[in-house]
């Protein structure tokens, strides 16, 4: 049985649980929008010791610390970012910023405009590069003009490598992880069909659902599972569940899409999916910049490029040609080995620790 979605957008409301997150407004086209983001550590007096790290798609600006009141679960990068960790906050500044166009505080489709209503449909086609504007109107407020490194993975790596790209001045070190210089044709596929599902469902209402009694939450609990697919590996998935059964007859794996897909109707916006996912779609680091090569060889950033051998949705010809095309890079890419696909870029707490102490 597919399980129940609660009876609201499933959009994380901006201000009803701050927990540990900090509002600066966002100059720009959308009036009183602000940007969330967390911080961990303390930045010294010349402001030379901030990390900026990027989240994924449905990351949020919570990357390391327990589950508290707004933030139902453990830091995303949590093994790697804390006092003698890899990412050392006795001895740098971490900043965590959410994306511009989520939901966990940033404005996004689900925030009300100055009219009263949520900005839906109408809230603007923000991509990759406008997401990086916004974190660097936060770098500028709170007087960073060079990030000692910038560290991002799928969705963050595409804006960790815009920010090395379009402003290598104020990047000193870098790590891309699982992430392309530009969105594959089938990346472009594999999200066609959860666009459609969102899109599909009855609820949607062109994107303008937030004063309706239901969202698109069916829709968002198919695109979750497509996506789950893309985020983990064959092997993985055969090793972990195979043919079983569960004693209603159902597969097991059948039921572990299920689990995932629930658990985001919890905490993510299906509007904020579908225009981060768009984002991606257009991500092009060459675009007006010449080409691809041309637009990575302008990173000055000692670089470290890795990828995991076993990700289908962000294979490492992908990576390698980050690693062949960045004058700056440290060496051949890295390959993270792990049978958690893509995911692995998360999950592999003992090699990302290792990439994060020779970046840093």
Not at 31 to 38: L, N, V
Request: proline letters at 8%; hydrophobic letters at 40%.
């Amino acid at each position: 049985m597919t399980p129940n979605p609660p009876p609201v957008t499933g959009a994380w409301r901006e201000g009803d649980r701050p927990g540990r997150r900090r509002w600066l407004p966002l100059p720009g086209p959308v009036p009183g929008a602000r940007i969330a983001y967390e911080t961990w550590g303390t930045l010294n007096a010349d402001r030379s010791n901030a990390v900026l790290v990027e989240h994924a798609l449905t990351g949020d600006s919570h990357a390391a610390g327990p589950p508290e009141p707004g933030h139902p679960t453990t830091g995303w990068w949590d093994g790697v970012i804390g006092p003698g960790r890899a990412v050392d906050t006795s001895r740098y500044f971490v900043i965590c910023p959410n994306v511009l166009g989520g939901c966990q505080g940033t404005t996004g489709p689900s925030t009300i405009a100055p009219d009263g209503r949520a900005w839906g449909s109408r809230f603007p086609k923000v991509g990759i590069r406008e997401q990086v504007a916004a974190e660097v109107a936060l770098a500028d407020a709170l007087g960073i003009t060079r990030w000692a490194a910038v560290l991002g993975g799928s969705m963050g790596g595409m804006r960790a490598l815009e920010w090395a790209v379009d402003l290598p001045d104020r990047v000193a070190t870098l790590l891309l992880l699982a992430c392309p210089a530009a969105a594959s044709a089938e990346q472009i596929a594999w999200a066609s069909p959860q666009l459609h599902a969102i899109r599909a469902d009855p609820d949607w209402h062109d994107g303008d659902y937030y004063d309706k009694p239901h969202g698109p939450l069916l829709g968002l609990g198919v695109a979750r599972r497509i996506a789950h697919v893309t985020y983990r590996s064959e092997p993985e998935l055969a090793d972990r569940f195979g043919r079983d059964h569960q004693e209603d007859g159902r597969y097991a794996v059948e039921s572990y899409l299920d689990h995932h897909a629930d658990k985001l109707f919890h905490r993510f916006d299906a509007g904020s999916y579908v225009l981060l996912t768009e984002a991606m779609n257009n991500h092009d680091i060459g675009v007006d910049r010449g080409g691809i090569e041309a637009a990575l060889a302008r990173v000055t950033a000692r670089t470290v490029v890795a990828g995991v051998d076993s990700d289908r949705l962000y294979p490492l010809y992908q990576q390698e040609r980050l690693a062949a095309g960045i004058p700056t890079a440290e060496g051949d890419l890295r390959v993270i080995t792990s049978s958690a696909g893509h995911d692995g870029f998360l999950t592999e707490t003992a090699q990302l620790a290792a990439l994060l102490k020779e970046l840093l």
